[in-house]
């Protein structure tokens, strides 16, 4: 997708280690990654970088903080409170760009479950950045969340598993 409208990606290569479900991230990744090629211009980058984060000031243990950044068209301030929303498309469905609204509004429920949080932050004409934070394999916000993802309430609420 990305060589065919000449975007080049980019991203600064480490690896950390999280105990999460891995088709359910890379469905999280995917999302993004696809928002940053499809509303980018043509000769335009994206930039995926993963980084540590210790917080021990707050005591909330370390994470891992993974920023989505595109040269696209930017999203404008007062819609970016909107575009976790389930079916919205802040302009967009105005333009040839195709969609559906959905993909971001199943990011957010993704992250939630899996004890994460998820961000984004743009300027006009420029670009916009999507930030997650995932908990390390060794956070407790990890365990108390896996847990729950693995029990089964994120794919079948009323279903018991296990
Ligand atoms: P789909 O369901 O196929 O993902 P979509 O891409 O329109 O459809 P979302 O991924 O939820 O839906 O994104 C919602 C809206 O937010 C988009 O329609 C677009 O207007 C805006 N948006 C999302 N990512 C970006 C981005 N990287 N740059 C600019 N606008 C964006
Ligand atoms: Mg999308």
């Known amino acids: 997708m990305a060589y065919k409208r000449h975007i080049s990606m980019k991203t600064n290569n480490v690896d950390y280690f999280l105990i999460a479900d891995y088709q359910r991230l890379k469905q999280v990744l995917l999302n993004l990654i696809n928002n940053a090629i499809k509303y980018n211009k043509p000769n335009g980058f994206v930039e995926t970088t993963c ?5 021990v000031a707050d005591g909330s243990g370390d994470w891992v ?3 989505i950044t595109d040269s696209g068209k930017g ?3 007062e819609n970016l409170y909107k575009v976790f929303e389930p079916f919205e498309r802040v302009g967009a469905e105005i333009t040839e760009i195709e969609g559906s609204g959905l993909g971001l509004s199943i990011v957010k429920k993704l992250v939630d479950a899996m004890g994460g949080k998820v961000g984004v932050a743009s300027e006009l004409g420029k ?4 930030w997650l934070e995932l908990p390390l394999a060794d956070n407790p916000a990890n365990q108390i969340q896996q847990h729950e993802f693995i029990s089964g309430k994120i794919n079948a609420p009323s279903q018991k598993v296990g």
């Open 65 to 67: 903080r993974i920023n």
């Open 51 to 55: 980084d540590l984060i210790s917080n």
């Open 127 to 130: 670009g916009t950045t999507f």
């Open 75 to 77: 999203i404008a301030e």
